[in-house]
């Protein structure tokens, strides 16, 4: 949690509540929706056919949209607009949500 600054009690409190809304208490690393209703949304970067469901939320934080998943994976080194689904995993959740 240092890498995005959750360095104080207030920061890390403030990040475990979100992750823990988003994620139904880190139940769910996956939307269970389709990601349908994302389509189109081009304040979440969905300018292409198929990014709604591609780029749906992930990971703890729920990493939603094709222009966060570009920003994330710039910031953190990863190539998540060819694999976005590396970001339900723990070691890439993890690490999109704090970024994020």
């Given at each position: 949690?240092?890498?995005?600054?959750?360095?104080?009690?207030?920061?890390?409190?403030a990040f475990l509540a979100?992750?823990?809304?988003?994620?139904?208490?880190?139940?769910?690393?996956?939307?269970?929706?389709?990601?349908?209703?994302?389509?189109?949304?081009?304040?979440?970067?969905?300018?292409?056919?198929?990014?709604?469901?591609?780029?749906?939320g992930r990971g703890p934080?729920?990493?939603?949209?094709?222009?966060?998943?570009?920003?994330?994976?710039?910031?953190?080194?990863?190539?998540?607009?060819?694999?976005?689904e590396r970001v339900k995993?723990?070691?890439?959740?993890?690490?999109?949500?704090?970024?994020?």
């Amino acid at each position: 949690m240092k890498e995005g600054s959750i360095n104080t009690c207030a920061r890390k409190a403030a990040f475990l509540a979100q992750i823990a809304h988003e994620s139904a208490e880190l139940v769910y690393m996956e939307e269970l929706a389709s990601g349908q209703a994302y389509e189109g949304r081009k304040d979440l970067g969905n300018t292409q056919k198929g990014d709604g469901k591609r780029f749906k939320g992930r990971g703890p934080i729920q990493l939603t949209g094709r222009a966060n998943y570009r920003a994330a994976g710039k910031a953190l080194g990863l190539d998540l607009m060819n694999h976005p689904e590396r970001v339900k995993t723990p070691e890439v959740g993890f690490r999109t949500s704090v970024w994020f």
